[in-house]
């Protein structure tokens, strides 16, 4: 199996997203937004882009390794380039990678690399800057958000200038999606990720963490069609009235993750315009399943049937998203297990495994608005259905700045959203599997980390629906997550905006908005 950048890959991780389904899904999540004329339009150069972000904080770095939030998820991709990418169709993409193949058994796989491509340093890019690139998440003493999914290479080596080979201990059809993720983004050889040096459309100015980043246009970027505008500010606005606010001002020209309480908001101004497109993101309250009372399966699920997700797409959505089951896999994703019977609020149930549990121990949620718009809401909801099953919740209001650098994951109950990811694969490894950095519920299952494993190399797409389809069993019947909902990506721009692209995964046009829209004349 080969790729190469004149000739669109044939392989698409079997979790891909059908054109077709997707294409509808925007067409119902965009109507009345954009103008559709707007799509097809030649872009402008020049202007100077701002975006309003949450998820900002004092301890954030230039290492993408942790980003972790929508401020730098927004400014890695100005400045990185991943060996490759994934599309708004759920495709993965050449990138620094301008071609690959596997031989049968998708454990050995061979990336030749664009000539010609240099670092904002002047530096070409060359296999050894990438073999140092990959080997730094490698390891059981790193830190990286992406350990798990490059948990399976034996080796990465340089082939030559211009190629990389890479073996795997199993196979993994999905390894061109792999590469595409953000933290995996591709720097010079010995970088201490300290100075924002890649290959993106965009180099960087300065950077004041937890405030504002600035980047200049590359004038030597590899790529045409991106980086129209000529610079891009990215603000730090944690809080969502505070970014709505600046919005409509006209003080910044894109944000992110718009309340839906605020939709209709946008949609009246003259001066703004809405991003609204289903997808694969999904809100949740992960529970420490190692940390009391969340330890026992019956604390977990009277907890999971005392939460009203019908009336939380109704109230707190406004209808712009689908209810959730407890586990992370969207209902248009060829592995989803369609015949998991849908958890529903029932406080019968609740009552009965909340007395089993037999726990004294307080319930603790904490939560902010900085986790994601709507979250205090939502916990809101969620605490009154408990009561009526008898359990009492008790909110703690932490604040939005930092959040998701001093809450997620150190907090045992807690809000979170998940952006999702291209192929159940990398949704799994990254968040699910005992070693994942993001092992966000502490839950270890050793049958769960052998299916994940042997999915991976299974050909079979019949085996290998199975496999993911007992996976989202065990998470939605033991795991420690509540998935409340899928949510739309509402994300809201200045009206003289235009070139945005609708994607289904992720936020801002998978964090790419920055380097594809441009200024109306």
Same mark, same amino acid.
């Given at each position: ?6 000739? =669109?890959s ?9 054109r077709r ?12 937004a ?5 799509w #097809? ?8 882009l ?25 400014v /890695? ?12 169709n759920?495709?993965?993409q ?5 071609c ?5 058994g998708?454990r050995d ?8 491509? =240099?670092?904002?340093?002047g ?18 003493d ?5 350990r ?8 990465t080596?340089a082939?030559?200038k &211009?190629?990389?080979?890479i073996?795997?201990?199993?196979g ?20 201490t990720?300290? *100075?924002?040096?890649?290959? /993106? ?10 405030v ?8 030597? *970027?590899? &790529? /045409? ?14 809080? +969502?009235?505070?970014?709505? #606010?600046?919005?409509?001002?006209? #003080? ?5 993750k ?11 101004s ?11 993101? &999904?809100?949740?309250?992960?529970m420490h399943?190692?940390? +009391? +009372? ?5 604390m977990?699920?009277?907890?999971k ?14 209808? &712009? !998203?689908r209810?959730?089951?407890?586990h ?7 592995v989803?297990a369609a015949?998991?019977p ?7 149930w ?6 089993k549990?037999d ?9 902010? *608005? /900085? ?5 205090? *809401? ?7 259905s408990?009561a009526k ?16 650098n ?9 809000a ?12 799994l ?21 052998e299916?994940?494993?042997a ?7 019949g085996?290998?629906k ?6 989202q069993?065990?998470?939605?019947e ?12 509402i994300? !809201? ?17 998978g964090?790419?908005a920055p ?7």
């Amino acid at each position: 199996m080969a790729v190469d950048s004149k000739n =669109t890959s044939p392989h698409r991780g079997e979790s891909g997203l059908a054109r077709r389904e997707f294409m509808a899904a925007v067409a119902v999540g965009l109507s009345g937004a954009m103008p559709r004329s707007a799509w #097809s339009q030649t872009p402008n150069r020049g202007g100077d882009l701002v975006v309003g972000l949450g998820g900002a904080g004092t301890g954030d770095g230039l290492y993408p390794a942790f980003f972790n939030a929508d401020f730098m998820n927004c400014v /890695g991709p100005q400045l990185y380039d991943c060996l490759t990418e994934v599309d708004e169709n759920i495709k993965a993409q050449p990138s620094l990678a301008e071609c690959w193949d596997t031989k049968p058994g998708a454990r050995d796989w061979v990336f030749k690399l664009r000539r010609g491509v =240099t670092f904002h340093n002047g530096k070409d890019v060359t296999a050894a800057d990438v073999v140092f690139s990959l080997n730094h998440h490698r390891g059981k003493d790193s830190k990286s958000a992406a350990r798990a999914l490059v948990a399976s290479i034996a080796e990465t080596k340089a082939v030559g200038k &211009h190629e990389i080979a890479i073996t795997l201990d199993g196979g993994n059809a999905d390894m061109p999606y792999i590469l595409a993720d953000w933290h995996l983004s591709i720097v010079p050889e010995g970088s201490t990720f300290k *100075d924002g040096v890649g290959t /993106g459309p965009f180099v960087l100015e300065s950077f004041e963490p937890g405030v504002r980043a600035r980047t200049r246009r590359n004038g030597k *970027d590899w &790529h /045409g069609g991106r980086g129209f505008v000529e610079t891009v500010e990215t603000l730090a606005i944690n809080d +969502p009235a505070a970014r709505l #606010s600046a919005l409509i001002s006209g #003080s910044v020209h894109l944000i992110a993750k718009v309340s839906p309480n605020s939709v209709a908001v946008l949609e009246r101004s003259q001066q703004t315009q809405v991003f609204n497109v289903p997808g694969t993101a &999904h809100s949740e309250f992960p529970m420490h399943t190692d940390t +009391p +009372p969340y330890d026992t399966l019956d604390m977990r699920l009277a907890l999971k049937h005392a939460i009203d997700r019908e009336a939380i797409v109704k109230t707190v959505l406004r209808g &712009h !998203g689908r209810v959730g089951n407890d586990h992370p896999i969207a209902s248009f994703d060829p592995v989803f297990a369609a015949d998991l019977p849908q958890r529903v609020y029932d406080t019968d149930w609740a009552k009965f495994h909340f007395k089993k549990a037999d726990s004294a121990a307080p319930i603790v949620l904490s939560v902010s *608005d /900085g986790a994601f718009a709507g979250a205090v *809401d939502l916990a809101q909801l969620f605490q009154a259905s408990a009561a009526k099953a008898g359990i009492t919740i008790t909110l703690n209001r932490v604040p939005s700045d930092g959040y998701y650098n001093n809450v997620w994951l150190k907090h045992p109950f807690c809000a979170n959203v998940f952006g999702g990811r291209p192929t159940p694969e990398m949704m799994l490894s990254t968040a699910y599997h005992s070693n994942a950095a993001w092992n966000k519920t502490r839950w270890r299952r050793p049958k769960f980390g052998e299916l994940l494993v042997a999915a991976r190399a299974e050909l079979d797409m019949g085996k290998r629906k199975q496999m993911y389809r007992d996976m989202q069993w065990m998470i939605h019947e033991d795991g420690g997550v509540i998935i409340q909902s899928f949510n739309n990506f509402i994300d !809201g721009g200045a009206r003289k905006l235009r070139g945005f692209i609708p994607t289904p995964n992720r936020q801002l046009s998978g964090y790419r908005a920055p380097q594809k829209v441009w200024f109306e004349a």
